[in-house]
């Protein structure tokens, strides 16, 4: 039997009733990710697979490191078949981790091969995979078509021009592609030396002026519209914890003036301005009828060696182990007592705040079902077992059956295939109710 077959994961019969009969056939509503949305303009056709398998995907990145490859065939200047080489030598090496099912799922369903990937297969691998990927149902759009992507949302700095989704939206392909509003850039009042050029950067993106707070949170507004207008109605953020120190506006615009002026923020005052920013980012998202994505708990580019020769976003980053609960309530509290919290999706990085989390969109609830959403195990947790432990703790706390589902929250085109993977897992866990969801370890 090949190892990724019609009943992959599906370890009762109650899921392969529900996995064939219902979840298979439903279209893909990716509504976050990392897709460059000029490939997507571009209808970009790779020219082989390292291309189009290894571009920006940290993941892999990171159990290449663990494999002892030199970073020179990870983000280096190696050429695509090195590069994906050194990968055949590490995907053996990646059993029970999820790149495992992820890489031959994906060799699966994009090519047609069942044979797994090792240093003796690899040859053949790269051949048959690389004879098929200038047919069209490989380019950017076949992909999308292929595997009917009816809804895409990329991850869009507020300086960015929009000019892909622009495209995009005049071309007439069937996935409608919308940016999502990313400004977490916006209080990096710690390093005035990037912050600076940002904010005037965002001053040039919105035609305003940021010389001053007022000024300032103005052109994030003005973004706000510009991003609307396009369609979108997402917002995204990232932190390590949730920002509930709120200053005065005095002292707020003290913080922006300090760091305009090139006089870096202390963590304290950071902290404060990241609050002050996000309050009034979240009135505006609930006053647009936008939702607000937060995704909460990592520690980034911890590995500074790393950091200074590469950059951000290539494998640095860890879970980290702050104290969540507080601030995040008074965060969402400090909104709801105006009723201008917004639709909001709260993802945790340390699985550890899984029940922290999905008790705590309960206490926010109300007027729209599923309003506070428990996002899908994210990064560190989007595998197996980090997703079955999501959805037990907002099962046993909350309700199941309002729950968003899955997206991708990749850089590769390759990856559609993780929403087969999640729902196959969704499957078994609710086939294998009561018991699977309170008493016991799902099976592997």
């Not at 959403?373 to 099962?395: I, N, V, Y």
Request: proline share 5%; aromatic share 12%; charged share 25%.
């Amino acid at each position: 039997m090949a190892f990724i077959h019609d009943e992959f994961l599906l370890n009762n019969e109650p899921a392969r009733r529900l996995y064939h009969d219902y979840a298979l056939a439903e279209p893909i509503l990716d509504y976050h990710n990392h897709l460059p949305p000029g490939e997507i303009a571009e209808n970009r056709q790779f020219a082989n697979l390292g291309e189009m398998w290894l571009e920006g995907d940290h993941y892999k990145w990171r159990a290449m490191r663990a494999n002892g490859e030199p970073e020179e065939v990870i983000t280096g200047n190696a050429g695509a078949k090195d590069k994906y080489l050194a990968w055949a030598r590490t995907v053996p090496h990646t059993l029970c981790n999820p790149l495992y099912h992820w890489t031959h799922l994906e060799l699966k369903r994009h090519f047609g091969i069942d044979t797994l990937l090792s240093t003796d297969t690899a040859e053949e691998i790269w051949e048959t995979a690389n004879g098929k990927l200038a047919r069209p149902e490989l380019s950017v759009h076949g992909v999308l078509e292929q595997f009917d992507v009816r809804a895409l949302c990329t991850t869009d700095d507020p300086t960015e021009s929009l000019e892909y989704h622009v495209a995009i939206a005049a071309l007439g392909v069937r996935t409608k592609v919308y940016p999502t509003f990313r400004p977490d850039k916006a209080w990096g009042v710690d390093q005035p030396e990037l912050f600076n050029v940002w904010a005037d950067n965002l001053a040039k993106a919105a035609d305003g002026d940021t010389a001053t707070l007022p000024g300032f949170l103005a052109a994030l507004g003005k973004r706000v519209d510009d991003f609307h207008a396009v369609g979108s109605r997402l917002s995204d953020h990232s932190f390590p914890y949730c920002f509930d120190d709120f200053p005065s506006i005095a002292e707020a615009s003290n913080i922006f003036d300090k760091a305009r002026s090139g006089t870096a923020a202390t963590h304290e005052e950071q902290r404060k301005f990241g609050a002050h920013v996000m309050e009034h980012l979240g009135r505006l998202y609930a006053q647009k009828g936008w939702a607000m994505q937060m995704h909460v708990g990592p520690q980034r580019n911890y590995t500074t060696r790393l950091f200074e020769t590469i950059g951000p976003d290539i494998g640095g980053d860890s879970i980290g182990d702050w104290p969540q609960a507080a601030p995040l309530a008074k965060f969402l509290d400090r909104l709801e007592q105006d009723e201008l919290l917004p639709k909001t999706i709260l993802y945790n990085n340390n699985l550890m705040d899984n029940f922290t989390f999905a008790t705590m969109i309960g206490n926010f609830q109300g007027g729209i079902p599923g309003k506070m959403q428990f996002g899908s195990g994210w990064w560190h947790a989007d595998q197996q077992e980090g997703m079955e432990w999501q959805m037990k703790a907002l099962a046993n706390t909350g309700l199941l059956a309002r729950f968003i589902g899955m997206l991708t929250d990749s850089r590769s085109f390759l990856s559609f295939p993780r929403h087969e993977y999640f729902r196959r897992t969704l499957c078994t866990l609710i086939g294998d109710y009561p018991r699977g969801i309170n008493t016991r370890r799902t099976r592997h």
